[in-house]
Each structure stands twice: as C-alpha cells, then as structure tokens.
C-alpha cells in the first residue's frame, strides 16, 4: 500500500467520525486504530494514538420498544413477576409477624433496681480502716470489690452525717457533711468513685423528718419566737384551757409524749422520737429549700438516690394539734410487750396529704438528676412501716404524680417473731402485700436491717439458706443486709452495757407495753414488727431450735427495745476482733463465734451460706422468668412452701422451700399446678440435688430445710 494510499484512508476514517455525535464517537475506540495527538501544533511524542471506527447500531428505537413491550407475551410476564413479588413481600411480612408474636418476650426496658440486689451497710459496723475502732468510708472502700463478687448491684449507706449519736446517727447536725468518725468528703467521693468504676450504685440514707437538738437551727429556733430560725421546728402553745399541759397527747415512738417545754418561748417544740430530736417544721419553705438543697448537693455528688426513713410522719394534720383517739385493740394481748405509743391511732400524725405533696416534689427533683438511660435513674424509697398496708402502697403515688419508686416492705421481717416458721405463714405475708400492689409496681423483700433482729437468731441459723432463697427469688427486688450472706446472729449484750441511747428511755415504763400487733382506725392491721423476743433455755421450743421467753420483765423490754444487738461489727475472719479493725478493741462487741462464721471461712466452702447466696444471685438477675414474672403458688401448708415464677414464653421456675425436719414428697406434675411433668434443678441450698439434674415432678423430695429452684420448659 503507498503512502499516499494510507493518508487517503486517514483521511476517510477521520471524516466517518465526524459524522457522528460525541457519545458515538465514544463508542468507536477500536484496538487497532491509532490517532496521533499533537500539542501546541507538533506531534507530541508521548501521545497515544487511537483509531475511530463507525459502528452502525442495530437496536430498536423507542417506538420499536414500546410496541413489543405492549405484546400480550410481555404484559403477561410483567403482571406475573410483579403478582410474585408482592406475594413474596407479603409472605416475608407475614412471616416476621409471626416470629415477633410468638417469640418469648423479655421483660420491658426495666430501672437498674428493679432486677438487682441491694446490700444495706451500718456504717459503723462494716470495716475499719484506721484502727481507731469505728467503721468508716475507706473501710467500706476496700470490701467494694467483695460486694461486687457477691454480685450485688447497689449499696445501701446508712445515716453517715455529722451526730452526737443519741439515735444510731439518725439525730443529724449536718445535712451536707461526713461524721468525723467515718472520714472526710473525700472519702466519700472517693467510695463513690469505686462503688461506681465496679458498676454498682449507692444509696443514702437521709433524715429529713427531725434534726439533732445540738442542730444550729435549733439552738436558734429554741431561743426566740422572733428570728430566722423560729419557725424551722413545729413549736405550739399550751391548750388555752389546759395551761402548762402539752399541746395534745400524742406520743413519741420511743415512748412518753411528743412535745417538750422550753422556757424561752414558753412554748412546745414536737418530737415524733426522741426529744433530743425536734421535727423539722416542713410546712415552712425556708425548711423545704434547705433540704432540697442538702439533696442537690449529694446528687451533685453522684449518688443514686435516697431511702427516708419514718416518711409517713414527715407532716402532722395542719388543722389542729387535736388529741388522737384511743386504739381500742391495744391491749387485746396482754402477754407481749410494746411501746405506749401504740395506745393511740395515729390519724393526726401519719399520712398527711401534705406528705405525699412533698415526697412528688422530691421525686421530680430527683428526676432532674436522672439521664435518658434506665442506668441513670434516681431511687427514691421511703419507709411507711406502722402505716397500714394499704395506706403504704399510696406511696408510690400515680401516673400523673409519682412519688416513692416503691415503700420499702418489713413484711418478711416478722417471720418467726415467737411462733413457728410455715409455709401459711409466709403465704399469708407475701399475698398481703402483692395483692395490694397493684399493676407493674416494684416492690422489695427484705429479712433483716437495723432496727430488726436478725433473721438467724429469729428462725435458726438452719434456716438461713433456704430463707435466703424466698428473699432473691419473690418477685421484685431484694435488699439483704450486712452479715446475713454469712449468717450472723444477733449480739448478746447486758442492759447496762447497752450502747442504744434509745432504750435508756423505752425501759423506763412497762406497765402498758402489751400489745403484739397494733389496729388501724379502719381496722386494717398495720405492718408493724411484732415484739422481739429473747431466746433463753427454759421455755417451749420452736422448730427453729431456739426458746422463746414470754415477755413482761423489765429486762425483757430492755432486749425487745435496744437495737445494739442488730448491728455488731462485720465479721471477716477468725482474726483479731474479726479482721474488722486491726486495733485493740471494737466500738461494739463482736458475737462470740466470729472466729468460725466469717467470710473467710465460707468463700470457698460450697455449701456455706454465703457460698450458696454468691451462687443464686445470676440466676435470679439474669433469668426473664425471675425477672419480670409473676407468683402462682404450687403448694402452701404448715411445712412447706412452693410457688412458681412465669414470664411469657420463656422458662418458668419452681421455687420449693421445706421449712419442716423430716423430708417432704408431694406429686406437682399436672394441669391443676401449671407444672410439667419434670424440670431441671438450677440451685439446691443442701445438697440432695445438683445443678443439671433432671427431677420429675411427682417424685420431688425436698430435705428438711432445703430450698431448690427447678427450671421447666413450658
């Protein structure tokens, strides 16, 4: 081919391209052709050479396109592929609807408290750090990682503020500062700080229904009727008719009346305990404002919330100082002890409207506190003991006006208080107070605190397990307190050792302290506790090993009253004063068997008390049906006690507990039980059964004093 031949067809290949438009001519790149670039005029000698060569296109045109898609053919494919994919849509929607309806639930977004264990300190009594005899902040520090093994979720703080300690520290100086005895402020920031990094909470004690004597307000409330702080404390005048007599004759808890002279005002100052306990006057606003702000600076600080105590008597009835009527019932057992202040209904005194006005006020300044997260709630419980059952459930308030996140429940706290533990007895305590509560409602269960005596020394160190076990696994949360994971008993201690300023008043008058349980004016039963009553060697035996003195003698009253024997120091180990100080003697007396009921000497024992305690509590955090279900009881008799746990679809629990000496076979298999025919043991407090066994229900036995949790499918 010449050269002039190929410029020739250079130059025709070049035009066919200009004939196109410059999306086709994107289209004719072919390998083998070149074209030669050039820049600024001259060929550039690292150009690519490309060759364009004309494509003609062979498709159909649009109004082609349109025609043959509006062939019978297509249109029926068309409709066929769109009617599968709606069917297959559908199918798929019809599909997950059924996986969600019939998939188990879990219980509902619940509060950090609802599916935890709370363990309740008496600061004192917990650990010393410094070898000065008192427990203190950086004592309880260093056993924060012991409460987290135990797999606790929040520590409960008794009364920690500055005191002169006439009333267990409960008699406050200082609504915003740390007793000297305990620490600093930074201590306690310090405690949070660790409480908090192992993922636990912290609650506090606070006691706004009084102030010490030896308050600053007071000492200026009590000077004139004229300054600031006059009207800090509830002061009235004698009766016009009655000069020089009391306002009323209401009667303090501890005992003798509840109003005080004082000279300079010639007036009466109110004390719902003792009188070195004036009531702050919360009607006044100056008084709501201090403590609103003594509330704000702990929740500045970072903890979870507060437990009030006696809150049924923050306010008195604003229209009189009216006397109360006599309780008609009071001495309707005249073999048992209790304080006078049980020979009036209290309608004037407890349950004032004004007192659930104010708890809704806390709560939504609690509230303020709380984040978006279920973790970042603020816990507000109050206690509403001596109320009737009824009147403590008010206390959580509404929907529109909530107050307590739940009333804190003693109910457990009268087992065993000088009769015999059973099944009926315990059914009848835990039906009250759930048939009460109504809906969703929290609640708590609880065996032991400090002004009760322990649960050990009530129904028997043998019983201890398998009443831990009814405690962790009744619907709702529990709230176990400092010692009784290990089984300790209560402190035998004499009267004039006695460390409880309290009694010192309370055994002064027994004459009409002869009522076991005391008789609302609606004639409900209130939810008191009933008398303690001191163990001796002499009287009829219980099933608990332990023998009841029938009350009447003075020092009977004095071991009824005092609180000292509930709160003795934590007992760590077979050590010096029981590792709980390394100093040379103890606030208060340990019991004489610390050196073989410690946790040091259960932790790795399989079937201590503690060991089996550390052991249920996944379980009962974890398991929806221990959880969020509700209570059926299975069997209820004076020997034993079963009841099952049920959330939606998820297995359910049976909780067996054989309060009797010999061993209990019943047949529980059936429609009338809900029960299948057997279950899979998930926890033993003894050791007839192991975790993993397969039981059939129509052959359980349970060993005296046993309780056993059994997981079944449903």
């Known amino acids: 081919m010449s050269e002039n031949d190929v410029e020739k067809g250079g130059m025709e290949e070049e035009k066919a391209v200009e004939n196109h438009d410059e999306e086709t001519k994107d289209m004719l790149l072919d390998e083998k052709a070149d074209a030669v670039f050039t820049k600024d005029g001259a060929t550039d000698p690292g150009a690519v050479e490309v060759k364009f060569t004309a494509v003609k296109s062979s498709g159909l045109d649009k109004e082609q396109l349109m025609e043959q898609c509006n062939t019978p053919l297509w249109k029926g494919v068309r409709l066929a592929l769109l009617i599968a994919f709606w069917l297959s849509f559908l199918a798929m929607l019809v599909a997950v609807i059924v996986l969600i309806s019939t998939a188990p639930k879990c219980p509902s977004n619940q509060e950090w408290y609802q599916t935890g264990v709370s363990y309740q300190i008496f600061p004192r009594s917990f650990k ?359 089984g300790i008993e209560d402190l035998e201690i004499d009267s004039s050792k006695s460390f409880d300023p309290s009694v010192r008043v309370n055994t002064r008058d027994v004459s009409d302290q002869i009522s076991n349980s005391t008789v609302s004016e609606n004639n409900e039963t209130l939810s008191t506790s009933a008398p303690d009553l001191k163990p001796t060697t002499t009287s009829t035996p219980t099933n608990d090993g332990i023998s009841y003195k029938p009350s009447g003698s003075p020092m009977v009253v004095y071991y009824n009253m005092t609180r000292d024997r509930f709160v003795s120091p934590m007992q760590w180990s077979s050590d010096n004063l029981g590792g709980f100080s390394n100093g040379s003697e103890s606030w208060a007396p340990l019991n004489a068997d610390f050196a073989t009921t410690n946790v040091e000497s259960q932790e790795n024992d399989t079937n201590s008390v503690l060991y089996k305690f550390k052991e249920l509590i996944p379980l009962v955090r974890s398991e929806p049906s221990l959880v969020g279900g509700g209570l059926r009881e299975i069997m209820v008799n004076d020997k034993v006690y079963y009841f099952s746990r049920v959330f939606d679809r998820w297995p359910g629990y049976l909780v067996a507990i054989n309060f009797n000496e010999v061993p209990y076979l019943q047949e529980l298999g059936g429609i009338s039980t809900g029960l299948p025919g057997s279950g899979t043991v998930a926890f033993s407090s003894n050791s007839r059964y192991t975790p993993g066994e397969n039981v059939d229900f129509n052959k359980l036995t349970i060993d005296p004093y046993e309780a056993v949790v059994i997981k079944f499918e449903r």
């Open 128 to 486: 010393d750090s410094d070898g000065d005899g008192h427990g203190d902040l950086k004592g309880i520090e260093s056993k924060v990682p012991y409460l987290q093994k135990l797999g606790i979720s929040a520590i409960w703080l008794g009364a920690i503020f500055p005191s002169p300690l006439e009333d267990m520290g409960r008699d406050v100086t200082n609504f915003t500062d740390v007793h000297e005895d305990y620490g600093t402020l930074d201590d306690f920031e310090s405690l949070l700080t660790k409480i908090h990094s192992e993922g636990l909470r912290l609650i506090m004690e606070f006691i706004p229904n009084h102030s010490s004597d030896q308050h600053p307000w007071f000492e200026m409330s009590k000077m004139s009727k004229n300054n600031p702080y006059s009207d800090y404390y509830v002061w009235e005048d004698s009766p016009g008719d009655k000069p020089g007599q009391p306002p009323s004759n209401w009667l303090s808890r501890y005992g003798g009346p509840a109003w005080t002279y004082v000279a300079d005002r010639d007036q009466w100052y109110l004390h719902t305990f003792g009188a070195n306990e004036p009531d702050l006057n919360l009607r006044t606003e100056n008084v709501t404002t201090e403590i609103n702000n003594a509330l704000k600076f702990w929740l500045e600080l970072g903890v979870d919330g507060f437990y009030i105590p006696h809150a049924n008597q923050l306010i008195e009835n604003s229209n009189s100082y009216r006397d109360e009527q006599d309780n008609i019932y009071f001495k309707s057992h005249v073999n048992d002890t209790k304080t006078p202040y049980d020979k009036l209904l209290h309608n004037n005194t407890r349950d004032q409207p004004e007192t659930h006005e104010l708890l809704a006020k806390w709560r939504n300044l609690l509230s303020g506190y709380a984040g978006p997260d279920t973790d970042d709630h603020r816990l507000l419980v109050v206690d509403a003991s001596m109320s009737s059952i009824s009147n403590q459930m008010e206390y959580y308030g509404s929907k529109k006006k909530r107050e307590a996140d739940y009333p804190y429940n003693f109910q457990l706290m009268n087992l065993c208080q000088g009769v015999s533990l059973t099944g009926t007895q315990i059914s009848s305590m835990v039906q009250s107070w759930l048939k009460a509560k109504s809906g969703a409602r929290i609640t708590n269960w609880a065996l032991g605190d400090s002004d009760h005596t322990r649960v050990s020394t009530r129904c028997g160190r043998h019983m201890l397990k398998a009443l831990n076990t009814l405690m962790l696994t009744l619907p709702g949360s529990a709230t176990a307190y400092y010692g009784d994971e290990i």
